[in-house]
């Protein structure tokens, strides 16, 4: 009997009861390596004193405001964001919401255009975001969805060209395709989206799981020289609070006027004290380079322990984001079962892709205990 949804499937019969550092303890007393971070969201670990202390000060001083007031914290959390004030920020709760946001100022901006999106992308299960989310198996079942959004194959140029057309105003992806299979992007397709930003066409870049650190840059999007139009952020960024965030060129800040758009809950305090707390941390002296250091350290792992196993296809990954691309799909829940049995967590992307998304703070020797059991099991 449960009093739940069931939107979820069957949940994994693992209750957790704490975490510590990179670990999480489960009631039975067992412990495991989290190469997961609650799916990119816990980022600074399960130990990560400076955002508990925040919170815990902000829950007795003021968990709420609402909108209608300054709110501070807001203007400090955004300025780790914006780039030297080249952006406007706007906070929202999670992912799809920082997605919507940024589908609607597109719309504004360039008023009955289409959005442009890619095959196995994903920006979330909202309406606008599901719309943009081009997987049949997300959006089966919710026709119709939102109007004029086209699709193209991503890294595919030539798809890319001929999906551009004069009714083009703007293109939404990720730098890595994260739930479509790890895939990040190349350098030639980068460079066709800047040739078409060239033509006034806004490009969308959602960091939802690659952004705040994930790579080894604050944004995934430093890596290949873009300067996009919008932004998305969430996940990672409160730590396990949920958070996110559109950030917008000043040049069009105006378009989301009073009334435009809202939130009850974006930018509360709470959620604004952890934001700030992550960021302090995240843009401290050396972070990101011994970040991008173990990202380095770990594809160098995967490559000596798996890459020549006839189970794995291939190796992918930007920082610490990381897919192991199985031979034989068909084993993709197994290897993940089993990995759990020997007390690694990791995640499945598309339909033969085993995810790594390991905290930035995990050490050397922990990503080396982790894929040494994923070296035992492949």
Known sequence: MTHLLQNYGTRIPIKFTHGKDVYLYAETGKKYLDFTSGIGVMNLGYSFTAGKNAVKAQVDALAHISNLYENPLQEEVAAFLTYGDKYKAFFANSGTEANEAALKIA?????????????????????????????????????PLVPNFTKAIFNDVASLKSAVTAKTGAIIFEIVQGEGGVTPITAEFAATLKSFQEQDILLIIDEVQTGIGRTGKLFAFEHFGFVPDIVTSAKGLGNG???????????????????????????????MASAKAVLTSLTADNFLAEVADKADFLRTELDEKLATKSSVKAIRNLGLMAGIQLADESQLGQVLSKARAQGLLVLSAGHDVVRLLPPLVISKTQLADGVKILEEIL
């Open 241 to 271: 609070l949920p958070v996110g965030a559109m950030l917008v060129k000043n040049e069009f800040a105006a378009y989301f006027s009073a009334g435009k758009h809202g939130s009850t809950f974006g930018g509360n305090p709470l959620a």
């Open 107 to 143: 719309r504004l901006i360039r008023p009955n255009a289409e959005i442009l999106a890619f095959v196995d992308g994903f920006h979330g299960r909202t309406f606008g975001a599901m719309s943009a989310t081009m997987q049949e198996k997300i959006q089966n079942g919710f026709a």
